[in-house]
């Protein structure tokens, strides 16, 4: 079993839905959470993080996290066909460790 | 303007021969990444550098060297001991490297490099 499972999609979704795209793990030590956006032929960017559980919006995406289930997620509303792009999920701790799990990523399309 | 640059952006190998991929950062970063990306596999962590003139190997790292002789520069070798090496591969940096989350990891566009 892989420490970060991640849906590779195809995720395809008309222009103004809601996303909703999620990563599930298995090392309960991890507490920093972040979700990176890369584009074709691109290196990736990072969208946001979250520390430990809760919740965390930055306009149009809301990044999510449940500890006790071993859940992430990220959300966007109102999406854009220039959302369009590959979604990571990466992972990182227990305190000390300097390395980030990454999801294989789910592609996303959203049409216009 | 500040960031990771990857060069060459496509590169061909032949059988038994010996690439470098460049990585350079003007970021004030301490740490430095090299990952490779496979299609359904996700990202690999090949080699990491802390510090310069230290480095250790990630998760992938047989087939592949690197040195780290200057803060900025991170090169990345893909040997011929390397049976597979068609990928694309990423460089990152961060700014320590030695705690749990030190602001992620600032990417690079890239290199592809496929065998010819």
């Known amino acids: 079993q892989k420490e970060v499972e991640q849906d590779p999609g195809p995720l395809s979704v008309p222009e103004g839905a809601i996303v909703s795209l999620n990563c599930t793990y298995s090392n309960s030590a991890f507490q920093y959470f972040m979700w990176y956006r890369q584009y074709s032929r691109k290196g990736p960017e990072l969208l946001m993080y979250t520390y430990s559980s809760g919740n965390k919006e930055d306009g149009r995406f809301t990044a999510q996290v449940d500890k006790s289930s071993k859940y992430i997620s990220l959300f966007i509303r109102d999406s854009q066909p220039s959302d369009s792009a590959t979604y990571l999920c990466a992972m990182s701790g227990p305190s000390g460790t300097y390395k980030y799990i990454f999801g294989t990523g789910t592609r996303l399309k959203v049409l216009a | 303007d500040g960031g990771i640059t990857q060069s060459p952006k496509y590169l061909f190998r032949k059988e038994g021969q010996n690439v470098t991929l460049s990585c350079e950062q003007n970021l004030n970063h301490d740490a430095m990444y090299w990952y490779r990306q496979d299609p359904g596999q996700g990202l690999r962590l090949i080699y990491y550098s802390q510090i310069v003139n230290d480095f250790q190997k990630g998760d992938i790292a047989e087939g592949y060297s690197v040195s780290r002789e200057k803060k900025e520069s991170f090169p990345l070798t893909v040997t011929s001991a390397q049976k597979n090496p068609t990928a694309f591969y990423l460089c990152?940096?961060?700014?320590?490297?030695?705690?749990?989350?030190?602001?992620?990891?600032?990417f690079g566009s890239g290199t592809r490099l496929t065998v010819v």
């Open positions: 990152a940096s961060s700014i320590k490297g030695r705690s749990h989350y030190d602001g992620g990891y600032t």
